[in-house]
């Protein structure tokens, strides 16, 4: 069983997964806010590896991946970053980024590094399905990577179905139709997350853009297995640069 099965049968609810973006808010920063993450109580890690036209992105999130960029992260370095990093950190890791540089550094090759550092799966969002069934699933399920899909409140019946097929891990349940970071209706996402739970999806569901603090985290989880909170942790992380205990207190205000 991998470290994202075994968490998803342990705690079937309230899952918190925190986006961050590697060599943020300084270049060597990467691990000490995975480290402070998971001491926080976060279940689980989603490391955004900077590029920079980040199509589902918001502003917040934009702006730390030019930072990142602007320190000197590449995909090189994260994964000489990440070589030692299960030594200190135990939650399961996803990588989330974009095709582009993924194939500038080399499809294959980016999986087989992922998966000997040890991270657990990847979220690409502009890859389509029709790609990854004809080319690149197979390549990810042979380095053992789970490989996670978004929808929003517009995906069809049809076509969430098809994803919960084709993903390990868990779907990534977007709230609406925008980038990162935007003020969500939580009564419309609601329905949405309503209407997935009917469905009854083999994988679990965590959603994700504009949950931003306890309110609408514990809302959110109402009919998810948990959420994913991304630019008001960096946003958090922006207005102070201190790692540890920026990140303990931002975590104790959703969690407690």
Not at 160 to 173: C, M, Q
Request: glycine share 8%; with cysteine.
């Amino acid at each position: 069983m991998n470290r994202l099965e075994s968490l998803f049968q342990r705690k079937k609810s309230n899952i918190l997964n925190v986006y961050c973006t590697a060599g943020y808010p300084q270049l060597d920063n990467t691990i000490e806010v995975m480290m402070a993450l998971e001491e926080g109580g976060a279940d689980m890690i989603e490391l955004g590896m900077p590029y920079s036209d980040p199509l589902a992105d918001g502003p917040v999130i934009q702006a730390s991946s030019s930072v990142a960029l602007a320190n000197g992260m590449t995909i090189t370095k994260l994964f000489d970053q990440l070589r030692t990093f299960r030594h200190q950190v135990h939650v399961p890791v996803i990588l989330m980024g974009y095709m582009n540089p993924v194939l500038q550094f080399g499809f294959e090759k980016f999986c087989q590094q992922a998966a000997a550092v040890a991270v657990d799966g990847l979220i690409l969002p502009d890859l389509p399905i029709y790609e990854f069934e004809s080319e690149y699933g197979a390549m990810i399920r042979r380095f053992g990577l789970d490989f996670i899909f978004l929808i929003t409140p517009e995906t069809s019946e049809d076509r969430i179905r098809k994803i919960d097929e084709l993903s390990t891990g868990f779907i990534y349940a977007v709230s609406s139709s925008s980038t990162t970071g935007s003020a969500k209706n939580m009564t419309d996402v609601s329905s949405f997350l309503k209407r997935l739970k009917h469905m009854k999806l083999k994988n679990p569901v965590l959603v994700g853009f504009g949950i931003k603090d306890k309110e609408t985290f514990d809302a959110a989880c109402l009919n998810a297995n948990g959420a994913i909170i991304g630019s008001a942790y960096i946003s958090a992380l922006q207005k102070t640069g201190e790692v540890k205990e920026t990140t303990s207190a931002f975590l104790k205000g959703i969690l407690e």
